[in-house]
């Protein structure tokens, strides 16, 4: 198992393709009407605007940090414009795709971790069900 581990620490792609295709075989689910894949984009969607507003509440002009990295955008983009206006909204811009982009990258976390614990709850529902019996007679409609 730790050689599993190593390879894909070494090789990111494997991993990332890895759950691509089991994310597209849980999208093919379906229970009648009830499809998986809808039901996931649907938790997406609103976990991430959640995340977002919350992510957002921690993001002030007061904080050090968001001062900080505000000013440098800032002085990054004055110093390629040379308009200040143009730089402090470019900036502002830039700072909102980072909280957004954070909330994605959380909400695909607590999805991801929804589904591992529905796949392991599923696991005994496995073995409870009963083999097919033999067979089965065709009607004469079909034949």
Known sequence: MQWLQE???????????????????????????????????TLLARRRQAFGSLL????TIFDPTTSQVLAQLKAAFLARTGDAVAATNQAYVVLFGMVQRQAAM????????????????MIPLV??????????KMSAAVE
Request: proline share 3%.
């Open 56 to 59: 957002g509440e921690h993001i």
């Open 106 to 121: 959380v909400s695909f976390v607590m999805i991801f971790r929804l589904l591992g614990i529905l796949f392991f709850v």
């Open 7 to 41: 390879a894909l620490q070494r090789h990111a792609e494997i991993a990332f393709f890895v759950v691509l295709g089991l994310g597209y075989l849980f999208g093919k689910l379906a229970l009648g009407s009830f499809k998986l894949g809808a039901v996931t984009g």
């Open 127 to 136: 073995l409870l069900m009963r083999k097919p019996q033999g067979p089965r």
